[in-house]
């Protein structure tokens, strides 16, 4: 049933794809073939690992951080509450 559903979901999804992008007015899709291989997996699931850290925090997160890019600045403030928070 939901495999049904989702091959049905794919074609109407490109359907509207033609309508949307005129790069794509001479795609047509008549049919979805869906196959099984044990070969290889299209879907890759990402096995989430907890750690628990075995060591006591050395560091104190008391560091200056000179650069002006947010982005970076952002990730080291991060990485300063992290270690703030081992403690």
Known sequence: ???????????????IL?????????LKA????????KHMSIIKEE???ETVPHYREMALGDFTIESEDTELL???NK???????QQ
């Open 18 to 26: 033609v309508k949307q992008d005129e790069k794509c007015q001479n």
């Open 79 to 85: 990485i300063k509450e992290s270690i703030e928070n």
């Open 1 to 15: 049933m939901e495999l049904n559903y989702n091959k049905d979901l794919l074609k109407n999804l490109l359907s």
């Open 74 to 76: 952002n990730a080291f």
């Open 47 to 49: 096995k989430l690992e």
């Open 30 to 37: 008549s049919k979805v073939v869906l196959f099984n291989s």
